[in-house]
């Protein structure tokens, strides 16, 4: 028996696109051919009384509740009816569902084209007006140079292994690559952070120096030292890795400054050539390192990297590769690539998916030449990281 008096509300809340509370919806509560129709407050609220249907219903009841606003869209539910007050929620498609009823021979289609916001139907002819502010669209790479991403930093790293030849084998891409100056063809890792001490082979620099680098626990730290020419200078917070010099100061490095595991010196030069960790050539005022330690706490991921010979007289071929090695690890190759050098050429390769890193990771860059007798070769390479607080 329908029990027209018995009243059952039912609440609906509406919301839109944006999942958004809804006004001024019209909502529909259809029982049979009866309908009772309201609209959404400000709260996106509606409450139908089911004692307000004419022919009144039943526990079991199936009603059909729709929500429509122009030109947002339209959504169309259903609601088994109980004993107790019922709620529920609509939330607006961007176009109407389609909903079809079948007959023997056909099917009947029932369904509403979207609208501008004058109301008028979309097609080819008259489309949605997309509008995309400027500046809306961001580069993500900019953002995080710009220092907008939280927990997010960039690094671009960039070396140079000034002179070298085919005897050397497989060199490290850094300064200390120098038959001319220290002569370090692979480079020296600390195991303890024990890189103390600054440096010049000239007695009158005394330039501030930034170097960047990690204490014991793999953390970032950046210190800046006044040089004192040729006498060793002590570094504050001695480090276990050290990837970048930067000279800070108003006037330029006249000799190599060099930033080492103490030990005896020569006019400012160590004595023990190994225990050099880091040198700015002169007229650099910086390192330029391909070398890279991921500082703890954080993920890298390397974005692209490149490679360029140089020198005119130097036709050969030299193969490129990218080395990193996890904690506790070895280096293991991660890239290999090769130039024909008939006097200057450069290389770029950009993963279409970085590569990750996990923190204590070294990265390194390194040359060989594979043809040719060659004498007084030079390579430079880089890469680019994002740095990711864990």
Not at 304 to 313: Q, S
Request: charged share 15%; glycine share 8%; net charge negative.
């Amino acid at each position: 028996m329908p029990t027209p008096n018995l009243p059952h509300p039912i609440g609906i809340k509406v919301y839109g696109l944006d999942n958004k509370i809804l006004s001024d919806a019209i909502v529909t509560l259809t029982l049979g051919s009866e309908v009772l129709s309201e609209t959404s407050n400000s709260s996106g609220e509606v409450i139908f009384n089911t004692a307000d249907l004419p022919s009144g219903w039943n526990v079991g009841d199936t009603v059909s509740l729709t929500a429509t606003k122009v030109p947002t869209g339209t959504i169309t539910s259903t609601l088994v009816l109980t004993k107790l007050p019922q709620t529920t929620t609509l939330t607006i498609a961007q176009t109407s569902e389609l909903n079809y009823v079948e007959t023997d021979n056909m099917h009947v289609l029932n369904f509403a084209l979207l609208v501008t916001h004058e109301g008028s139907k979309v097609t080819e002819d008259n489309p949605l007006p997309v509008n995309i502010p400027v500046g809306s669209i961001k580069d993500y790479n900019m953002e995080v140079a710009m220092g907008n991403v939280p927990g997010t930093s960039f690094i671009h790293k960039f070396g140079n292994a000034p002179d070298f030849d085919t005897g050397d084998g497989a060199v490290d891409i850094w300064d200390g690559a120098n038959d001319a100056g220290s002569a370090l063809m692979s480079y020296t890792y600390s195991s303890t952070a024990n890189i103390d001490s600054l440096s010049s082979s000239d007695g009158g620099d005394t330039e501030a120096i930034e170097i960047q680098g990690l204490d014991s626990s793999f953390n970032l730290v950046v210190q800046t030292v006044t040089l004192t020419g040729q006498t060793r200078v002590a570094i504050p917070t001695p480090l276990i890795r050290v990837f970048r010099l930067k000279n800070v100061g108003s006037t330029d490095i006249v000799g190599r400054v060099y930033c080492f595991v103490n030990v005896a010196t020569t006019g400012g030069v160590p004595n023990t050539l190994t225990n050099i960790r880091a040198e700015i050539n002169n007229g650099n005022n910086q390192t330029l390192m391909c070398i890279f330690t991921i500082p703890n706490n954080k993920t890298g991921y390397l974005d692209a990297f490149d490679t360029a010979v140089a020198g005119a007289k130097k036709t050969a071929e030299y193969q490129i590769d990218l080395f990193a090695r996890p904690p506790g690890q070895v280096f293991q190759l991660k890239h290999r690539s090769s130039l024909q050098d008939g006097g200057t050429t450069h290389w770029q390769h950009k993963f279409l998916v970085a590569e990750k890193f996990v923190a204590k990771t070294d990265i390194v860059m390194r040359v060989s030449i594979l043809t040719g007798a060659v004498t007084e070769a030079s390579v430079s390479a880089g890469f680019d990281l994002i740095l990711v607080d864990n």
